[in-house]
């Protein structure tokens, strides 16, 4: 069997830093232990195909710079010739609905996983789920979202390597949150919820230039530290020193931008726990799928910095009973959220459709 996955992003700087681009990437290393795999991506003119940890990776330049979740380049297509699968990381991307045509055109099973993103396409005005062979959801909250799905429909979550991700420095009295700066992410609830005297490590990307300003402005006062480039090691070390990894994100942000799919899944928590560190999370999108309340992690109300502040406070409060739920989240991870898992779910549903 040869799949073949496509994903208009990938995760690198060059592309876009976030979980829906670095999900296509570690599924497909995977998988290659599994089955003869292939990433197909775009990019920017001049980027040359390579290797994506030892899994071959061909970047065609996407003509329509201005929107990098939606490329557009058919000349793609002949890399799924010999094909079996073809597995699509968006659905609302023009390079998708070629990608499905094709398969429908040659015989060849056609996946797809949303991840999020893209832009206009041929699925605003027909549904194209009708011609796939399966779809294939990061979450139960991913399918719920995909109301305008007709494929079958398969669970498969997300995973995280379990041999990186690991406890590797001592805890320290500190709270992180790792992800992209962007406001339905509800990093400004994080902020006014902390307690003065507790450091907040910010640790990702800024993707809006106004929220990054405004968050600066309300850490006035407070140990809040934006940390940004820093490499899968270093996030490691963060992840295992801090008491408690936040994930406050929102459906609704402080300036009323509304977003119901910003968290499909949701990868810092299992980071985090495969790091034994505790979890805490709104109560929305994949969180409770995830997140065990009062076992792995704890759940809190979104825009609820009473709330959450409580919950941060508990968790400092109380090391020991923190270290216990942190090891029981780990075996969590172990259990259900490894990439090995992720990919053997995708392979069964390959085989069942």
């Known amino acids: 069997m040869k799949v073949v996955h496509i994903t208009p992003t990938y995760f690198d700087s060059k592309s876009v830093i976030g979980g829906g681009e670095r999900f296509p990437l570690e599924l497909a290393k995977a998988m290659r232990s599994y089955v003869d795999t292939k990433i ?13 940890q030892n899994v071959p990776m061909k970047i065609y330049p996407g003509w329509n710079t ?3 979740t939606n490329p557009i380049n058919p000349f793609f297509l002949q890399e799924l010739l010999d094909a079996d ?6 659905y609302l991307a023009i390079v998708t609905n070629l990608a499905i045509f094709f398969g429908r055109l040659f015989g060849k099973k056609v996946f797809v996983t949303d991840v999020g993103g893209g832009g206009w396409n041929l699925a605003f005005y027909i549904n194209l789920t009708r011609f796939l062979n399966g ?9 719920d979202l995909a109301r305008h799905c007709i494929a079958p429909l398969h669970i498969i979550y997300a995973g995280v390597d379990t041999e990186l991700y690991r406890p590797t420095r001592p805890k320290e009295r500190k709270v992180i949150f790792v992800g992209r700066f962007i406001p339905n992410k509800g990093i400004d609830v994080l902020i006014d919820a902390m307690p003065a005297d507790i450091p907040l490590h910010i640790i990702g990307t800024p993707y809006d230039e106004r929220y990054y300003e405004d968050l600066k402005k309300m850490a006035l ?3 809040v530290y934006f940390l940004t480039g820093l ?3 270093e996030i490691v070390d963060e992840y295992s020193s ?4 936040v994930l406050p994100s929102v459906v609704t942000n402080r300036y009323g931008g509304v977003a119901y799919n910003v968290q499909l899944f949701a990868l810092p928590p299992i980071e985090a726990m495969s790091c034994e560190t505790v979890p805490i999370a709104t109560n929305l999108f994949a969180h409770p799928e995830i997140i065990h309340d009062g076992v792995t992690g704890y759940l809190v109300p979104p825009n609820d910095p009473t709330a959450l502040r409580d919950r941060i406070e508990y968790i400092l409060a109380h090391p020991a009973e923190a270290e216990e739920m942190a090891k029981r989240g780990r075996e969590e991870v172990q259990k259900r959220f490894t990439w090995d898992a992720v990919a053997r779910r995708c392979l069964k549903a390959y085989a069942s459709e």
């Open 66 to 68: 201005n929107n990098l």
């Open 85 to 90: 699968i073809i597995h699509c990381h968006q």
């Open 242 to 245: 801090a008491m408690a990894c």
């Open 40 to 52: 197909v991506t775009f990019g920017r003119k001049g980027e040359k195909a390579t290797l994506w």
């Open 231 to 233: 490499s899968d090691s």
């Open 221 to 223: 006062g407070k140990k």
């Open 135 to 143: 779809y294939l959801a990061l979450s139960q909250n991913a399918a």
